[in-house]
């Protein structure tokens, strides 16, 4: 980046006087790339998936969105190599007292003994990263460091075609702490995602490209909610990775 104009502007050539007096001006401003406007209620604002966002605002209260559209160096290769080699299972989630299954496949891997309850299912025991494809493990460190974020635990979805879906919800679990960071990579299929504002009706949409990087921190999982709904005519799978931090004995 450049430090502004120089101080001095010569005009004409240097044989010759100019026949007007030029004031010094002050150096112009550094420019910053615009952020997007704050969400509105009654509106959806919808983030452009080829634009990063650093520690983005929701709102007033200290939620915020950090994004990296090409975080991943390959992640056709990624994608492939935890479909074939991942263990995939179906959970089941409670609503409103009753178990249904869950309309995606999941997996879950974390530090030996670090045990899990999400979204109202069971407690889930987790394999032990030295188990799952490398790219898992990789993919691990590489988040901790972007996030300066000592993540222990990863839930991985994946949704096979546009019939698998998500609904909204929040990360807001006590294992979690009061102000959970939740690092979402996402492989395959662009689909639509959704955050909610609990409070209002503001909404917020963003197609996360292949091999991106999004993280909700601050206030966000107390304050919104998020999700993926289906989407009609998409024939191709998509797997997100779910980093985050599970306090210990706070299950």
């Not at 450049?2 to 005009?11: A, Q, Y």
């Not at 032990?128 to 972007?146: H, N």
């Amino acid at each position: 980046m450049t430090n502004g104009l120089k101080e001095v502007v010569e005009l004409g050539s240097s044989s010759e006087e100019s026949d007007c007096s030029i004031e010094k001006l002050p150096p112009r401003k550094r420019s910053r790339k615009a952020e997007p406007p704050r969400p509105r209620e009654g509106r959806v604002l919808n983030l452009p998936g080829d634009t990063p966002l650093d520690r983005w605002p929701l709102d007033d209260e200290g939620s915020w969105l950090t994004y990296l559209p090409s975080f991943v160096e390959d992640p056709a290769e990624a994608l492939g190599e935890l479909m074939r080699e991942v263990p995939w299972g179906q959970g089941t989630v409670k609503i409103f007292g009753k178990e249904h299954l869950e309309r995606r496949l999941t997996a879950f891997y974390a530090d030996d003994g670090k045990q899990y309850r999400y979204s109202g299912g069971p407690l889930r025991v987790p394999s032990p990263w030295t188990r799952g494809p490398m790219v898992i493990a990789k993919l691990k460190k590489a988040v901790s460091k972007e996030c300066d974020e000592q993540f222990n635990c990863c839930v991985l979805n994946y949704y096979r075609d546009g019939s698998d879906n998500i609904g909204m919800h929040s990360d807001d679990e006590k294992v979690l702490g009061k102000k959970p960071s939740i690092a979402c990579i996402s492989l395959g299929a662009e689909r639509d995602f959704f955050l909610d504002a609990k409070k209002d009706k503001r909404k917020v949409h963003i197609v996360p490209r292949s091999g991106s990087l999004l993280v909700m921190g601050g206030s966000t999982q107390r304050l919104w909610k998020h999700g993926l709904p289906s989407r009609k005519r998409e024939h191709r799978p998509r797997i997100s990775l779910t980093f985050r931090y599970a306090l210990r004995g706070a299950n």
